[in-house]
C-alpha cells in the first residue's frame, strides 16, 4: 500500500492529475467565517499505480482508509508539542482546523482525498494554501515514516482554490476572479496539451448565508435555494477563456 500512497501523492503534488476530477466547496457564514472542502477523484492515478513497477510488489489488494484530524494530533501530542521551538509550535497550531481524509481501494481502484479547513474570516482563508505546504504529505502517507521531507517537496502542495483565485466576501456581494499567473498557467496547460486538458476538470461551488439577486457570469449555475453558485470546467476550457469563473454576485 505505501507504494500506492507514493504514486498518487506525488502526481497530485506536480498537479499531474491526468483524468481527475477536482472539486471546491467554500461555504461562508454571516460572521465571514466558514468551511472550506476539496475533493480530488484519484481513480485514474491508482490504476496508473498498479500498473507501476514496484520492488515490493504487493501481493494481495488492499483499502487505506484513514481521516487525519490535526485538533486530535495536537492535542494527544501535546506534552512534546510542548517542548518543541516556539516557532514550531505556532506552525503546528495553524493547523488545528485542518482534517486530510485519504481512501484508497487497490482492488477498484477507486479512491479520493478529501481536505476540509473551517477558517475564521477570509484572510484566514487565503491563508490556506501556505498552509496546506507545510504539511509532510510523505510522512502522512507513511504513517509515521520519520524521514524528512526535501526542501523541493515543502515547496510542493495540493491545489487550492485561494491560490487560483482572488475571492472576497461581505454581506452585500461576493467576487471572484482568477489571479494573472493562474491565468497564464491554465492558458500555456491548455495549449501544450489538448487532450490532457479536457481530462482536468474543475467543479467549484460557493454557498451564501444570503440569496443571490444578481450574478455577472453567464457560466454560473445558481442553486435552487438561491443561495450559492456552482461553476463546472476543464482545463481546456479555462485555456479559452481565463476569465471563466469569474463571477460578482450581488445579494438581497
Known amino acids: 500500500m505505501k507504494r500506492i500512497m507514493y504514486y498518487f501523492l506525488f502526481f497530485i503534488s506536480l498537479y499531474f492529475l491526468t483524468g481527475c476530477e477536482v472539486a471546491w466547496e467554500t461555504q461562508f457564514n454571516k460572521n465571514g467565517s466558514g468551511k472550506y472542502s476539496m475533493m480530488v477523484d484519484l ?4 490504476q496508473m499505480a498498479s500498473s507501476m513497477p514496484s520492488p515490493d510488489e504487493e501481493k494481495s489488494s488492499s483499502i487505506k482508509d484513514t481521516v487525519i484530524d490535526f485538533s ?11 517542548k518543541l521551538p516556539k516557532d514550531e509550535q505556532k506552525r503546528l497550531k495553524e493547523l488545528e482546523d485542518l482534517s486530510i481524509e485519504i481512501k484508497a481501494d487497490t482492488a477498484t481502484n477507486k479512491g479520493f482525498i478529501r481536505i476540509d479547513y473551517d477558517f475564521d474570516d477570509i484572510e484566514d482563508l487565503k491563508s490556506i494554501g501556505e498552509k496546506l505546504k507545510r504539511v509532510e504529505i510523505d510522512k502522512l502517507a507513511n504513517f509515521g ?51 490532457f486538458a479536457n481530462m482536468i476538470v474543475f467543479k467549484i461551488r460557493y454557498v451564501f448565508p444570503y440569496r443571490i439577486k444578481s450574478v455577472s457570469n453567464e457560466n454560473v449555475k445558481i442553486l435552487s435555494n438561491f443561495k450559492g ?4 470546467a476543464s482545463i481546456s476550457d479555462m485555456g ?10 450581488d445579494f438581497e
Not at 486530535?72 to 510542548?82: A, G, P, T, V, Y
Not at 479559452?240 to 454576485?249: A, C, Q, R, S
Open 229 to 232: 453558485i456552482e461553476f463546472n
Open 43 to 46: 481513480s485514474s492515478i491508482l
Open 145 to 195: 515514516n520519520s524521514k524528512k521531507m526535501d526542501e523541493k517537496k515543502k515547496e510542493k502542495g495540493l491545489p487550492v482554490i485561494t491560490d487560483l483565485f482572488d475571492i472576497n466576501f461581505s454581506k452585500k456581494s461576493f467576487e471572484t476572479k482568477i489571479k494573472e499567473e493562474a491565468a497564464k498557467n491554465m492558458k500555456s496547460d491548455s495549449e501544450k496539451d489538448a487532450a
Open 240 to 249: 479559452k477563456n481565463p476569465n471563466f469563473f469569474d463571477v460578482k454576485v
Open 72 to 82: 486530535k494530533i495536537l492535542e494527544n501530542k501535546k506534552d512534546s508539542i510542548s
